[in-house]
């Protein structure tokens, strides 16, 4: 069974920077991708960005430019840096792995990814 420990997130004002990193423990196979997903209460979950033990990387478009994910594969660990944030990045970032989905059609489903973290809330003042 995967377990996924998050740590990260907080507050910040606008413009700043946050980090969000997701240790996994209890792989079966040694490929397999990471990533976050985000959600404001009364919305569904949208895909912020993924990575793949295989290098390959996806963002949704909204964060292109200004967020970057990272993967040390010996510590099985993703980190995503968020860099100028805006107050609609506010939200619960839940930190998502699977071991058979890739990215090859980009970030994919809630449903892509088996594995779910607890969750770290990110908030935005202006």
């Known amino acids: 069974q995967v377990r996924l420990e998050e740590s990260g997130g907080g507050s910040v004002q606008a413009g700043g920077s946050l980090s969000l990193t997701c240790s996994a423990s209890?792989?079966?196979?040694?490929?397999?991708?990471m990533g976050w997903f985000r959600q404001v209460a009364g919305q569904e979950r949208e895909g912020v960005a993924a990575?793949?033990?295989?290098?390959?990387?996806t963002y949704a478009d909204d964060v292109k430019g200004r967020f970057t994910i990272s993967l040390d594969q010996d510590r099985n660990t993703a980190v995503l840096q968020m860099n100028n944030l805006k107050p609609e990045d506010t939200a619960m970032y839940y930190c998502?792995?699977?071991?058979?989905?890739?990215?090859?059609?980009?970030?994919?489903?809630?449903?892509?990814?088996?594995?779910w973290g607890q969750g770290t809330q990110v908030t935005i003042s202006s």
């Open positions: 990575i793949c033990d295989d290098g390959t990387s």
């Open positions: 209890g792989y079966e196979y040694n490929s397999y991708c």
């Open positions: 998502v792995a699977d071991e058979e989905f890739k990215l090859d059609y980009g970030m994919g489903t809630p449903t892509d990814f088996t594995y």
